[in-house]
């Protein structure tokens, strides 16, 4: 069973907020990600970490930035809210390196965000 | 880059078998996965299988894997309404990358 926990759940801002949004695991797994998803269902990847100190960019641009300084903690963090930042974020981890499959993604429940 | 391509709605009668396809491009592709997505909650795995494998059963779950067409399906035997959901394809493309890449997801309606 997986332990991937996102907080808030649901958050509704105005235009302009800092605002950064939270996932951790107790798994120790190495390996985090954040996904944007559209109304469309489509997973974007927006960011991802191999390890402590070590993040990178996905796929989709973003206006948002992440940090991973321990472990089991990875935020996400928009220094200024827009309405086009208006989505479902997915924080998501694996582990490939204890006998389990290969690239396992296990998601947290999600933060559905709205950018008045 | 990696592709993976689903059909985006299926619609079946509660009782009927569904069969969600995909097609994926990447032939080194080493694990390929099916996950549920059910309303306001995060993805869940539901099944993989490895690339030199065929078929794998689970309860009322069949994967069919033909590497050679790059496609992959599901079948959901005796579907039921709580099997209403998102599902989506994906595939770990092996060569030391641990970034799985998803299909857009099939939303799967059952109905009574």
């Known amino acids: 069973e997986a332990d991937i926990y996102q907080t808030p759940r649901y958050l509704v801002i105005g235009t302009g907020k800092k605002i950064t949004l939270e996932c951790s695991q107790t798994m120790g797994h190495d390996k985090m990600y954040w996904y944007q998803q559209d109304p469309g269902m489509e997973l974007h990847l927006i960011h991802y970490?191999?390890?402590?100190?070590?993040?990178e960019k996905g796929d989709l641009s973003s206006e948002s930035t992440v940090s991973r300084i321990r472990t089991e903690h990875f935020p996400l963090t928009l220094e200024s809210a827009r309405p086009s930042h208006t989505s479902q974020y997915l924080c998501?981890?694996?582990?490939?390196?204890?006998?389990?499959?290969?690239?396992?993604?296990?998601f947290g429940p999600g933060t559905r965000l709205t950018v008045l | 880059g990696e592709d993976v391509e689903q059909s985006l709605f299926l619609s079946v009668r509660e009782g009927d078998s569904s069969v969600i396809n995909c097609t994926y491009t990447?032939?080194?592709?080493?694990?390929l996965y099916w996950y549920k997505q059910e309303p306001g909650a995060g993805l869940q795995l539901l099944t993989y299988?490895?690339?030199?494998?065929d078929m794998k059963q689970d309860q009322r779950l069949t994967v069919l894997l033909n590497k050679k067409d790059k496609h992959l399906s599901l079948r959901i035997a005796d579907t039921q309404t709580g099997d209403s959901a998102i599902y989506f394809c994906a595939e770990s493309p092996g060569g030391g990358s641990y970034i799985p890449t998803f299909g857009r997801g099939t939303s799967l309606i059952v109905h009574p």
């Open positions: 299988i490895f690339s030199n494998m």
């Open positions: 990447d032939s080194s592709s080493t694990y």
């Open positions: 970490s191999y390890g402590v100190n070590s993040t």
């Open positions: 998501a981890s694996s582990d490939g390196s204890r006998g389990e499959v290969t690239d396992t993604q296990y």
